[in-house]
């Protein structure tokens, strides 16, 4: 808006400006206003494109007392603060979630009554949510980025909590290690729906965890053998190929 505005300005042809856009010819004519400059004709053309002059006046008015943020659009929605906590305790809530990451709200809590700061539990979640901090492995990955990017000396305490993770994914991998194609499949099924005339329909799926090929197959019952052939009609059938 306002950089339409400044370019605006520049148009020698400023008549077809004000037709094609008249809010931005308001815009412009505050700031005529404000330099006490507001020819009657130029009222007289806000007036023929549906302008009243009252409106100008409160465009003046605005540009006068804010400036150009006074002319920017605004929403007329409200943020709802009766239910937030002062600055001073959410960065509290903040620096605690950073310092002892294993910290669950409602300890958090705690430890923060003690040290004199008032902050439910919940409280500490909706904070948290602000900031995507109310789970561990987001805090985690949040203070590493921080010690990355400022070289912060980590705590005891963060250091009890990196080693626990560390271990935790040494011990339970997110990813299964796999040699080849075949070397290891999950299978599941998987209740369709029901189609008249038919009756129940159910997939039988496999796939190959270490290429992440699907194979499926439909039947009308769920019983072991539809599990076992749909490995012997497509899984060994398509790994073979």
Not at 144 to 168: C, D, S
Not at 173 to 193: K, N, R, W
Request: charged fraction near 30%.
């Amino acid at each position: 808006m306002v950089r339409f505005l400044l370019d605006c300005w520049q148009q020698s042809n400023q008549e077809d400006c004000y037709h094609d856009h008249p809010r931005e010819a308001y815009q412009k004519e505050a700031e005529f206003a404000r330099a006490g400059c507001v020819p009657s004709e130029r009222l007289s053309g806000l007036q023929n494109n549906g302008v009243s002059r009252q409106h100008f006046y409160d465009i003046k008015k605005a540009y006068e007392e804010q400036g150009i943020e006074g002319l920017r659009e605004k929403t007329r929605r409200k943020p709802c603060l009766k239910n937030r906590v002062v600055p001073e305790i959410e960065a509290a809530v903040i620096q605690m979630a950073y310092e002892y990451l294993a910290y669950g709200q409602a300890r958090a809590s705690n430890e923060l009554r003690k040290q004199g700061i008032l902050v439910s539990s919940g409280g500490v979640r909706s904070i948290w949510l602000r900031h995507g901090l109310e789970r561990f492995r987001k805090r985690m990955a949040l203070l590493e980025k921080k010690a990355a990017k400022e070289g912060i000396v980590y705590t005891e305490a963060q250091l009890v909590a990196l080693e626990a993770v560390k271990r935790e994914r040494q011990t339970n991998p997110d990813e299964i290690e796999t040699a080849h194609p075949g070397y290891l499949l999950s299978q599941d099924t998987f209740y369709v729906g029901y189609l008249k005339g038919v009756g129940r329909i159910y997939q039988q799926t496999a796939v190959d965890t270490y290429s992440s090929l699907s194979l499926a197959k439909v039947y009308t019952a769920k019983v072991p053998v539809t599990a076992a052939d749909l490995l012997n009609d497509r899984v060994s059938t398509d790994m073979q190929k």
